[in-house]
C-alpha cells in the first residue's frame, strides 16, 4: 500500500533542500526512510511532502583535523565497517552494527537514527560518550551544538523545522598520559538480533596504570525520555579503581541519572536492574583489560 | 490528486521506467507495476525481511524504500538472481538442503544470501547475523543456515555446530525414507509460486474491514457515510446487509460474522469495506465510526469464572469442563506431594504469510474462493453459510499457504466469508489480506491456560497419583477451544505410568483475543506443566531428573495412559528419552563441574510428550479422508489430495508416499493443492494427520488402481496377476527382475486400450470407545512419544536465556522424507524455544499491546541451537507404511525442556512462560545482586513519557 504523502522532492544540493523545507511547513526530510517510512504507515505522522535527502552528497566518513566527520546520510554498515570509526570510536562501529538487522543496516542513516530522537537509538549513547558535534543547516545559516543538548523528548530534537542535519563530528580522544582507553557499546533486549534496545549503555573510560579511572563518560538508551549521560555515576568513579565498594556507589548514583517506566517492552524495574548491569559490567572490565 | 514522479530503475538488469504516486513504496512498483510478484509482503515495517531487493547490491527492505527514492538506482530481485536461466548457488543450495517450507519467507532469504555471498559472509556466527532480518517461523533456520555454508565456499569450514541427523540409506533406494527435492521447493526459492496476494484478477476490488478497539461494548450505532464517501468505495457493508446466516462459529453458533449490537473483543468486525484499491479500502475503514457504549469486561479466566464476573455471553462464562478420573487419588499413598500452580502464556502464529483470500463470484449462484488456509472444506461451509448457498455452489482451492501452524484453521473461514459477501454484494472479484497489526491483533491465539498440580509420588520415587485442573481462556468465542480442551485434558500427565488421575479442564470466556489452534493443540501448555512438576517431584525426591523419569515412563508393560488407554507395542519412551539423553550428553553434563564464568549459568533439562495422533475420539467425525490418483499416459502421476501443503511437506510426503506404491520416480508423481471440487471432505489438516490421512487415502487409491494396473502388468509380462511387482519404475515378475516393463509403458498401455486410469481412495479412522463423562478410554488411535533435552546458559544476571543445543528422539514410526521430518523437528524446536522464551502476548484490557514483530519477539537465525536429532523408527501402529505425525510433537516439548534446564541453572522455580529476561530477574527477586536498585526507583519520580520507541 501507497503511503500517503503527496509529492516527494528529491533536491541536488543543500540549499534547494532547504528552500523547500522552508517554504513548505508541510514537508520533512526522508533519508533510508526506516524510521518515517513506518511512521508514515501507521499514522504516527502526517506529512504531505517529503524532500529526499539521497541526492545531496551527505553521505560518508572523512578524517579531519582533529577528529572523524560523519555525514547524516551515512549508511549504518558503512559506519560499522569503517576501518577509522572501528579504531578510534569503537562503541559507535558497534552500535551501528546493531541497529536493526542487515537489511535495515544498508538504509538507515545516522542523521536519521539522531533526528528520530528515539529514546533507544542506538547510536545515540556512542555519540554522548564521544561528545560529537552536530552541524546543522537552515535557510538561516549554518549552527553547531553538541550532542548533549540534541535530544529534548521522545520524538523530539533540538532541530527547528526547515533545519537539516548536514554531519556529525567525533574529536579524537585525547588519551592522558599511561594511560589506555576502553570504549564499549551494549544493548539488551530480548533476543540477540534484530532487536531494539531494552537498555544500552556507551562508556568510555581512560584508565590508568594503577587501574584508577583518570576519566570516565557514560551514557545510556532507553532508560529516560531521551538518551541520557549518566554524570553522577560517571562523578562518582572518576579517580577510583571501580573496586566493588566503587561499582556499587555508581550503580547507586546511576539510579538517579536514569528514568525508566513501564512499557511493552520491559518494566521499569527490569530497565533499573539491567542498566545497573550494564554499568557494573563496563567498569568491571575497564579494571580488567 | 497527487502528481506522479517518474521512477527510471535497472531492474534485473533490464532498463525500466515507472511513472507512480508519489506514496509509492518500491515495494510495490515491483509486484503491482512490474509485476515482479517474486517479493513478498510479510509486515510492512521492515521487521520480517520478506521484501528485501538488492538496492545498488546491497540488501534492503523494499517496503520502506519509496520507489521515488530509486530513481536512478539498480535494483535485483529474486527473479533476477538466476544467471541463464539456472539458480544462484544459494538458492540450488536452499532446494538441495531442503531449506524450503511453506517458502513465504524463501525469497527475501535468498535475496540477503546472495548478498551475503557476494561480500564473503564469515564464519558461522556472521552467517546467522546477516541473515536475522530475514525471519522464518518454519524451518528453524538450521537447513536455511546449512544451505548458506555450503554454498559459501566449497572447502566449507566443516562446522560441526549443525550436523545433520544421520540415517540409514533406504535400500533399493525407494522413495521411502529418502530425501529428494521437495516437489514445491524449485517455485517457491525463485519466487514463481503465486500465493493469495499475487493473485489479481480483472476487476478484483480490495476488502478491508473495520474492527472494535475496546474488549467489551455495546453497539449503538455505525455511521458509515464517510467511509462510503471515499473515492473508489464500492460497498460498506454491516449485519445487515448478509445474505445468509450471521454466523462463523465453526462448532458452537456464538460468533457472528459482523458485529449487530455487541462487541465482546478487540477486533471484533463491524463493518465490511470493498473499493477498487487497497488504500482506499483501508482509509474507508478507518472512517467507519462506531457509538460504541462500554460495558463491564472480564480479561483472566479464573476471574471470569467466579459467580459475579461480568458474562461474556448470556449463558455464562464457563463454556464446558472436561475430566479424567480414574482410579481415587484421594485415597493414593504418597510420600512426596507437590503443588503448583502454573501461568502458561498463548502465542501467535507468527506465519510469515499473512492471513489471505479472493473470492470470485460467478452470479449469484456460485463462488470460487482461493485461500490461504489449513482446512478448505471449512472454508466452504463458512462460506455457504454466510451466502446462503449448497455446499456444492461453493468451491474453495488451497492457495499455496505461507504457513499456518494451527492459525489457519479456523480463522480463514471468517476471512473467506467476509470476502464472499463483498464479493455477492459488488458482484466483483474481492481480494482480502489483512496487514500484520490487524493479523496479529484478530486472528486466533495459542490458549493462555492457568494449571493447578497437586501429584505425588512413594519413597522409591513412583508416581502415586495426579491431580490436574486446568482452566483454559477461551476468549471471547469458543471457535474450537473445546476441541483444544479436550486434548489438553488427556494430554496432562505426559508418558507416565499414574495409578490415580483426576483432571479437570475448564473453559471459560473472557473478553480477551480468542484462543485457537496452535501445533501441539492445548498438549504443549499441560506438557510445559507436567514436565515441571516432574522435575520438582525429582528434586523432593532427591532423584536425578532422567532417573526420577525412567521410573515412571510408560513401557511395554505398563502401557495405560491418563485416560486408562492401553499404548499399542513398542512403547518408546524409555528409547527417547535414553537417546535424546545419550545425544545431549547428560551424564558427562552432571559428572563435570559446571561452567560458572561470571553472571552466566548453564542448565539442562527434559521434555517429554505422549502425543496421541490424529483426531481425539470427540472428533472422531471428521477423521476421514479422500484421494485421487491418475496415472497418466506418458507414466507420470497426478495425486489429489483433500489435506493441505502449508510448509509441513505434505505435498512431498504424498508425493513420496504415492511413488512408492506405485514403483515410480517420485519426480513423475504432481501432488496438486486441495480444491473442494476434485476431492469429498477430507477434514482439517490439523492433529498432524496430514501425511497419515492423505496418505492413507492415496494407498486406498492406488490398491483400487492397481486392480486394473495389475492383470495388464500381468499380460505383457506373462505372469500371475498377484506375482506383478511395482517398483523402480518398472512393473516385474516377482522371482524374475529381468522380466520387466516400464510402468510408463504399461501406462500408454493402458491409455490405448481405454482402461480406467483414474481412482478414488478413501481412509477413515477405526471406531474407538471413549466415555466422555469420565475421560477414560480410547482417545486416540495410537500414540507418537517424544524426548527433548534442552542444554542452556543464562545469563543470571540480564535474565536472558540461550538455548546452546536441544538433543530431540522422536518416536515416528517409520521416516517417509528425511528433509522434511528434519525440518519439522528443526521447526518445531525453534518454534518452541520462541514460546517458551520470548514471546509474549502483551494484553491490554483485551487489546495486543505488541502486535508487531519488532514488539512480539520470536527466534531470528541468530537464536538457533544446535539440534541434535536422533529418529527412533519401528514396526508398530502407524499410518501409511507405519509412519507417525511428526508436526506437533516436534515442538511440544521444547519449552518444557527448556523451563527444566533454565531451572536447573537458576535453582529457583518459575512457573510463568514465557520465560523472559523480565520475568526471570522478577523470579530471582531478592537474589538478584542488584535487586536493591529498583527500590531507588521509589525515590524517583516517573516521567509521563514513553521512554522507548523507536
Ligand atoms: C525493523 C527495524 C529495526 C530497527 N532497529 C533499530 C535498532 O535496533 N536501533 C535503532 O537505533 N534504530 C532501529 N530502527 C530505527 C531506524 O532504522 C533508525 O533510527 C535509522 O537510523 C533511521 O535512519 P533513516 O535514515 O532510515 O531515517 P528516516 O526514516 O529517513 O528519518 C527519520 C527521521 O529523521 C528525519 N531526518 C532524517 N535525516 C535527517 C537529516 N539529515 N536532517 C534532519 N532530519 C532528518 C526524518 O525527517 C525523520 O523524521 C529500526 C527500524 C526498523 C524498521
Ligand atoms: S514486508 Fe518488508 S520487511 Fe516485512
Ligand atoms: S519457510 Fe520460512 S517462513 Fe515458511
Not at chain 2, 527448556?898 to 537458576?906: F, I, S
Request: hydrophobic residues 45%; proline residues 6%.
Amino acid at each position: 500500500m501507497d503511503v500517503p504523502v503527496q509529492q516527494v522532492i528529491r533536491p541536488t544540493t543543500v540549499a534547494e533542500a532547504l528552500a523547500v523545507l522552508a517554504g513548505r511547513p508541510d514537508s520533512r526530510p526522508i533519508a533510508g526512510g526506516t524510521d518515517l517510512m513506518v511512521q508514515l504507515r501507521d499514522g504516527r505522522k502526517r506529512v504531505s511532502c517529503v524532500v529526499d535527502l539521497g541526492g545531496l552528497g551527505l553521505a560518508g566518513i572523512r578524517q579531519i583535523d582533529g577528529g572523524v566527520e560523519i555525514g547524516a546520510s551515512t549508511r549504518m554498515d558503512s559506519i560499522a565497517a569503517d576501518d577509522g570509526v572501528r579504531r578510534h570510536f569503537p562503541a559507535l562501529a558497534a552500535a551501528a552494527g546493531t541497529v536493526g538487522a542487515w537489511p535495515i543496516q544498508c538504509r538507515a542513516t545516522l542523521g536519521g537514527n539522531l533526528a528520530n530522537a528515539s529514546p533507544a537509538a542506538d547510536t545515540a549513547p556512542a555519540l554522548l560518550v564521544a561528545e560529537a558535534l552536530l552541524t546543522v543547516v537552515s535557510a538561516a545559516g549554518t549552527r553547531r551544538l553538541s550532542v548533549v543538548d540534541f535530544f529534548l523528548g521522545p520524538g523530539r530534537s533540538a532541530l527547528a523545522p526547515g533545519e537539516l542535519l548536514v554531519s556529525v563530528f567525533l574529536p579524537l580522544v585525547q588519551i592522558p598520559p599511561d594511560c589506555r582507553l576502553v570504549e564499549r557499546f551494549v544493548k539488551t533486549g530480548p533476543r540477540l538480533e534484530q532487536v531494539i534496545s531494552v537498555v544500552s549503555l556507551a562508556g568510555r573510560a581512560a584508565v590508568r596504570t594503577d587501574g584508577a579511572l583518570e576519566s570516565v563518560r557514560l551514557a545510556l538508551g532507553s532508560v529516560a525520555p531521551t538518551p541520557v549521560r549518566a554524570q553522577r555515576a560517571e562523578t562518582v568513579v572518576t579517580g577510583r579503581r571501580p573496586d566493588p565498594v566503587a561499582r556499587r556507589e555508581a550503580v547507586q548514583a546511576l539510579q538517579h541519572d536514569i528514568a525508566p517506566i513501564d512499557d511493552v517492552r520491559a518494566p521499569a524495574r527490569y530497565r533499573r536492574i539491567a542498566a545497573a548491569v550494564l554499568l557494573d559490567r563496563f567498569l568491571q572490565e575497564a579494571a580488567r583489560v | 490528486m497527487s502528481e506522479r514522479v517518474v521512477v527510471n530503475l535497472k531492474l534485473n538488469g533490464a532498463r525500466r521506467t515507472f511513472e507512480v504516486a508519489p506514496g509509492r513504496r518500491l515495494l510495490d512498483l515491483l509486484r503491482e507495476d512490474a509485476g515482479l510478484t517474486g517479493t513478498k509482503e510479510g509486515c510492512s515495517a521492515g521487521e520480517c525481511g520478506a521484501c528485501v531487493v538488492l538496492l545498488d547490491g546491497a540488501p534492503v527492505t523494499s517496503c520502506l524504500v519509496l520507489a521515488a527514492s530509486a530513481d536512478g538506482h539498480e535494483v535485483v530481485t529474486v527473479e533476477g538472481l538466476q544467471q541463464s536461466g539456472s539458480l544462484h548457488p544459494f538458492q540450488e543450495a536452499l532446494v538441495t538442503h531442503g531449506g524450503v517450507q511453506c517458502g513465504f519467507c524463501t525469497p527475501g532469504l535468498a535475496v540477503t544470501g546472495a548478498a551475503a555471498l557476494a561480500r564473503s559472509p564469515g564464519d558461522a556466527e556472521e552467517r546467522a547475523r546477516l541473515l536475522a532480518g530475514n525471519l522464518c517461523r518454519c524451518t528453524g533456520y538450521v537447513k536455511v543456515l546449512e544451505a548458506l555454508e555450503r554454498a559459501s565456499s566449497e572447502e566449507a569450514d566443516h562446522d560441526t555446530r549443525r550436523e545433520r541427523a544421520h540415517f540409514e540409506e533406504a535400500p533399493g533406494h525407494d522413495p521411502l525414507g529418502g530425501h529428494h527435492e521437495r516437489p514445491d521447493a524449485r517455485a517457491k526459492v525463485s519466487g514463481s509460486t503465486r500465493y493469495v496476494a499475487d493473485l489479481a484478477v480483472p476487476g478484483m476490488l480490495h476488502a478491508a474491514v473495520a474492527v472494535a478497539p475496546v474488549a467489551s461494548a455495546c453497539v449503538v450505532g455505525l455511521s458509515l457515510a464517510t467511509a462510503r464517501a471515499i473515492d473508489g468505495v464500492e460497498a460498506v457493508i454491516t449485519a445487515a446487509d448478509l445474505p445468509g446466516k450471521n454466523l462463523v462459529g465453526v462448532i458452537f453458533e456464538d460468533q457472528p460474522l459482523l458485529a449487530l449490537e455487541r462487541v465482546r473483543m478487540v477486533g471484533e468486525r463491524l463493518a465490511l469495506v470493498a473499493a477498487r484499491s487497497p488504500e482506499s479500502a483501508w482509509a474507508a475503514a478507518h472512517l467507519v465510526h462506531a457509538d460504541l457504549e462500554p460495558l463491564p469486561a472480564v480479561h483472566d479466566p479464573i476471574q471470569a469464572l467466579a459467580p459475579d464476573a461480568p458474562r461474556v455471553h448470556d449463558a455464562g462464562n464457563l463454556i464446558r469442563t472436561f475430566r479424567v478420573v480414574r482410579g481415587h487419588t484421594a485415597c493414593a499413598r504418597a510420600s512426596v506431594v507437590v503443588e503448583a500452580e502454573y501461568r502458561v502464556g498463548g502465542q501467535e502464529h507468527a506465519y510469515l504469510e499473512p492471513q489471505g483470500c479472493l473470492a470470485i463470484p460467478e452470479g449469484r449462484q456460485h463462488i470460487t474462493i482461493v485461500a490461504s488456509c489449513q482446512c478448505p472444506f471449512y472454508v466452504q461451509q463458512a462460506v455457504a453459510r454466510v451466502l446462503g448457498l449448497s455446499l456444492a455452489a461453493v468451491r474453495v482451492e488451497q492457495a499455496p499457504t505461507g504457513g499456518g501452524f494451527g492459525g489457519k484453521e479456523d480463522y480463514p473461514s471468517e476471512l473467506a466469508a467476509c470476502a464472499a459477501v463483498l464479493a455477492f454484494a459488488t458482484d466483483r472479484p474481492v481480494r482480502f489480506v489483512l496487514p500484520r497489526e490487524l493479523d496479529m491483533q484478530v486472528s486466533s491465539k495459542r490458549h493462555a491456560m492457568v494449571i493447578r498440580h497437586r501429584w505425588g509420588a512413594d519413597r522409591n520415587g513412583h508416581l502415586r497419583f495426579a491431580e490436574v485442573e486446568t482452566v483454559l481462556d477461551a476468549g471471547a468465542y469458543i471457535g474450537i477451544s473445546t476441541v483444544v480442551a479436550e486434548r489438553a485434558n488427556v494430554s496432562s500427565i505426559g508418558p507416565y505410568h499414574v495409578p490415580a488421575v483426576r483432571v479437570t479442564t475448564r473453559v471459560a470466556y473472557t473478553n480477551n483475543l480468542f484462543g485457537g489452534a496452535f501445533r501441539g493443540f492445548g498438549a504443549p501448555q499441560v506438557t510445559w506443566a507436567a514436565e515441571a512438576t516432574m522435575d520438582r517431584l525429582a528434586r523432593a525426591c532427591a532423584l536425578d531428573p532422567l532417573e526420577f523419569r525412567r521410573r515412571n515412563l510408560l513401557d511395554d508393560r505398563r502401557r495405560r495412559t491418563c485416560t486408562g488407554q492401553s499404548v499399542r507395542r513398542p512403547v518408546l519412551a524409555r528409547e527417547c528419552l535414553d537417546r535424546a539423553a545419550a545425544l545431549a550428553g547428560w551424564d558427562e553434563f552432571h559428572a563435570r563441574t559446571r561452567h560458572q564464568d561470571g553472571p552466566a549459568r548453564e542448565g539442562m533439562g527434559i521434555g517429554l510428550v505422549l502425543y496421541g495422533c490424529n483426531l481425539h475420539h470427540g472428533g472422531q467425525h471428521l477423521d476421514r479422508s479422500s484421494a485421487v490418483v491418475i496415472l497418466q499416459s506418458d507414466g507420470s502421476v497426478v495425486v489429489r489430495v483433500g489435506l493441505t501443503e502449508m510448509g509441513q511437506g505434505n505435498l512431498a510426503a504424498c508425493q513420496t508416499i504415492a511413488a512408492q506404491a506405485l514403483g515410480v520416480d517420485p519426480a513423475q508423481v504432481q501432488v496438486w493443492q486441495p480444491d473442494t471440487t476434485t476431492v469429498a471432505d477430507s477434514g482439517p489438516t490439523v492433529a498432524s494427520r496430514g501425511a497419515h490421512a492423505s496418505g492413507m487415502a492415496i494407498l486406498n487409491a492406488v490398491e483400487r488402481l492397481r486392480k486394473r494396473i495389475d492383470p495388464l502388468a500381468a499380460e505383457l509380462l506373462g505372469c500371475d496377476e498377484r506375482d506383478v511387482l511395482l517398483a523402480g519404475g518398472f512393473a516385474s515378475a516377482r522371482g524374475d527382475p529381468d522380466r520387466r516393463v516400464p510402468i510408463a509403458r504399461l501406462a500408454g498401455e493402458m491409455a490405448s486400450r481405454r482402461i480406467e486410469g483414474i481412482s478414488t481412495g478413501w481412509y477413515r479412522s477405526t471406531e474407538r470407545r471413549f466415555d466422555a463423562a469420565t475421560g477414560v478410554g480410547d482417545p486416540y488411535e495410537f500414540y507418537a512419544i517424544a524426548c527433548h533435552v534442552a542444554q542452556v546458559t543464562v545469563d543470571a544476571e540480564l535474565g536472558l536465556v540461550r538455548v546452546v543445543e536441544v538433543s530431540a528422539a522422536h518416536d515416528v514410526g517409520r521416516v517417509i522424507h528425511r528433509d522434511v521430518l528434519e525440518g519439522q523437528i528443526q521447526g518445531g524446536v525453534v518454534q518452541g524455544i520462541g514460546w517458551g522464551t520470548s514471546e509474549e502476548l502483551k494484553l491490554d484490557r483485551g487489546r495486543l499491546a505488541n502486535p508487531s514483530f519488532t514488539d512480539y519477539i520470536i527466534p531470528t537465525s541468530a537464536d538457533v541451537p544446535r539440534i541434535r536429532i536422533a529418529v527412533v523408527e519401528s514396526e508398530g501402529p502407524g499410518g501409511p507404511f507405519g509412519a507417525k505425525g511428526i508436526g506437533e510433537p516436534s515442538l511440544i516439548p521444547t519449552a518444557a525442556a527448556v523451563r527444566n534446564a533454565v531451572v536447573d541453572a537458576l535453582g529457583i522455580e518459575i512457573d510463568r512462560l514465557p520465560i523472559t529476561p523480565p520475568a526471570i530477574v522478577a523470579a530471582l527477586s531478592d537474589r538478584h545482586p542488584f535487586a536493591w536498585v529498583a527500590e531507588e526507583e521509589k525515590a524517583h519520580g516517573r516521567t509521563e513519557e514513553p521512554a522507548a520507541g523507536r
